[in-house]
């Protein structure tokens, strides 16, 4: 909703959004496919107005809309974020910075996160997960293995940027794909809800 308020605002085109697949992109991705589907010459200064535009929409719109966060999430989180041995906690996410922030902080998820990669950063969602696995290891751990990290999704392409670090993925069908659909796109794992796995079990995966 607030992309397609964004690209009215923006450039008076209401209907930017319609034909764009948003599973598991990255909001630059969408972007720069909006502007190769209208001929429009997507410079560096055009993204940032854009972002800017999109963000103020999404402040506006999101308590508006009826939404919660999925289930098992916070508790999920807030068990990890309060472990004696707390694991490092990345995001990991398609969307700009400031429209995660938004989105998070409105359903009080914005916390615990050490380290972050973002849809602003890259178009590629790869590189993102590439992205994020260096700057942990460059605040973080050092010594942080491929083999360590674990990738929590709900789409394939969740899964495609796991594999392409040498990640594991758990991929959790609460989005468009059942279990079957993840299990096929090659998923280490996969749940029904992150209420279906205990913190413990997460930590053995």
């Known amino acids: 909703m607030a992309f397609g308020r964004a690209f009215d605002t923006l450039f008076n085109l209401p209907d ?5 697949d948003f599973a598991g992109r990255t909001d630059r991705s969408l972007l ?21 535009i999109y963000s103020h929409w999404l402040g506006e719109l999101l308590p508006q809309v009826e939404g919660a966060a999925l289930p098992g999430v916070r508790d999920l989180l807030d068990t990890l974020i309060d472990m004696d041995e707390a694991p490092h906690l990345g995001l990991l996410t398609g969307n700009a910075r ?45 010594s942080l293995e ?21 990640a594991k993925s758990l991929a959790v069908a609460t989005g468009s794909f059942n279990q079957s659909a ?22 053995c995966l």
Not at 16 to 20: E, I, T
Not at 32 to 52: K, S, V, W, Y
Not at 146 to 166: N, Q, W
Request: glycine share 8%; hydrophobic share 40%.
């Open 16 to 20: 930017g959004a319609q034909s764009l």
């Open 98 to 142: 400031l429209a995660a922030e938004i989105k998070l902080r409105h359903f009080d998820l914005w916390k615990g996160f050490k380290i972050g990669s973002f849809g602003d950063d890259h178009h590629c969602r790869n590189e993102l997960a590439r992205k994020a696995m260096l700057r942990s290891r460059a605040m973080l751990d050092p």
């Open 182 to 203: 993840l299990e096929e796109a090659g998923a280490s794992h996969t749940v029904q809800t992150l209420a279906d796995i205990a913190p413990d079990a997460l930590m």
């Open 32 to 52: 720069q496919e909006f502007f190769q589907n209208h001929g429009i010459d997507g410079t560096p200064d055009l993204e940032e107005a854009f972002f800017d």
């Open 146 to 166: 491929e083999a360590e990290i674990l990738v929590i999704g709900d789409t394939p392409r969740d899964v495609a940027c796991a594999h392409s670090i040498g």
